[in-house]
């Protein structure tokens, strides 16, 4: 399938995929929802914690990237997994502009690493973080009781409605340890039955610009 990048609202880059006509990240501003809903809405609630991050869909390395920016703010140690079936090319990688438009120049190194590390083989991104790369399909994911927090940042329900089912929330589920956190973009009455139908507790709250509402649900 053919992908473009493109720039969205608030002036960070995406990826635009043409036969779906679906974006890596929001139209209205890639930074602003991974803010929102990864960091404020999920790592804000780990303050002063070890937290493991299970990440559903690594794509552009924006999600874990900001999170490296985002965790000394929490006093935080961070171990994180990215899964990603599909990974971008070195090339739209290195088109990405989230280090001028986060201003973190001096991190440049750490989002070329999140690109160019091995996958399967744990990476010391600092002393704290430690990221690890699989390149797996979601159906297959089969970790139990490891993860504190997950961004469940799969491609919409509208071209990927199988990444959004019972069973695959179920297996997020079964991932998470109890009191543990799940949080994504999305906010649609089927994807809220099928998260309660593998166990979740919903709540719903305010989406990222552009969008009025977004879930997150507690395994408890």
Known sequence: MKRNIIQ????????????????????FGAIQEAQHVF?????SLF??????ILEIGFGTGLNAF???????????????????????????????????ELNAEKERPIFDDLHQCQWEEPTHLSEDFVF??????FSDID???????????????????ELWSAEI?????????????????AARGIIKRNMIAAGFIVEK???APGKREMFRAKKG
């Open 8 to 27: 969205t609202r608030d002036g960070s880059t995406t990826i635009h995929i043409e036969e779906w006509d679906e974006c890596y990240h929001s139209r």
């Open 39 to 43: 960091i404020n809405k999920g790592l």
């Open 47 to 52: 303050e002063n914690k070890s937290v493991s």
């Open 66 to 100: 900001i999170t490296f920016l985002e965790y000394p703010k929490f006093n935080q140690k961070i171990n994180y997994v990215g899964v990603e079936a599909y990974p971008i090319l070195p090339e739209e990688a290195a088109k990405m502009n989230y280090v001028s």
């Open 132 to 137: 690890t790369k699989r390149k797996q399909f």
């Open 143 to 161: 970790d139990f009781e490891k993860f504190d927090l997950i961004y469940f940042d799969a491609f919409g329900y509208d071209v990927q409605p």
């Open 169 to 185: 929330f179920k297996k997020m589920f079964n991932a998470l340890k109890s009191n543990g956190v799940l949080v994504t973009y």
């Open 205 to 207: 709250h305010q989406g």
